[in-house]
């Protein structure tokens, strides 16, 4: 499972203006609901049903908010660079300003589980959150979204 089966360019967005958690949650749900075509609200409903279990703010600046739905046939990822950082009620207590959203379906196990890892390993780099950090445009983002597992495994 790689970062190019579940990103597409048009699911990157290089600038987030939002001011708060649930902001972002929802301005996220509208955006995948136009990549995977379902309904925005029940998106939004996942993930903070997601939420309430704990938080998916795992540190260093990064939320990795996921959720399975029914209705997707496949896995999806929506990746953010928000232009404030924000509280996330991370396990550090830092404020967020790098996301990725996992959508799978509900039939997904382990896929789901194997997606999740792969997200996390990935924004584990410091050194790729570092040059996300620095890049503007959506396209650079995105190639440097898909192309680094790529590099390093080269």
Known sequence: MEIVDLLTQDA????????????????????????TGLHERAIFDVLMERERLGTT?????????????????????L???LEKPIDFDS???QPVDLIFLLLAPESAGADHLKALARVSRLLRDKSVC?????????????ALLTESAASRAA
Not at 57 to 73: E, M
Not at 130 to 142: A, H, M, Q, V
């Open 12 to 35: 990157v967005v290089p600038s987030l203006k939002v001011t708060s958690k649930k902001q972002a949650l929802q301005d996220l749900a509208r955006r995948a609901a136009t990549v």
């Open 57 to 77: 703010g795992v540190g260093n600046g990064i939320a990795i908010p996921h959720g399975k739905l029914n209705s997707l046939d496949r896995l999806h990822g």
């Open 79 to 81: 990746f953010a660079r």
């Open 91 to 93: 396990i550090d207590e």
């Open 130 to 142: 570092e040059k996300l950090r620095g890049t503007d445009g959506g396209e650079s983002l995105y």
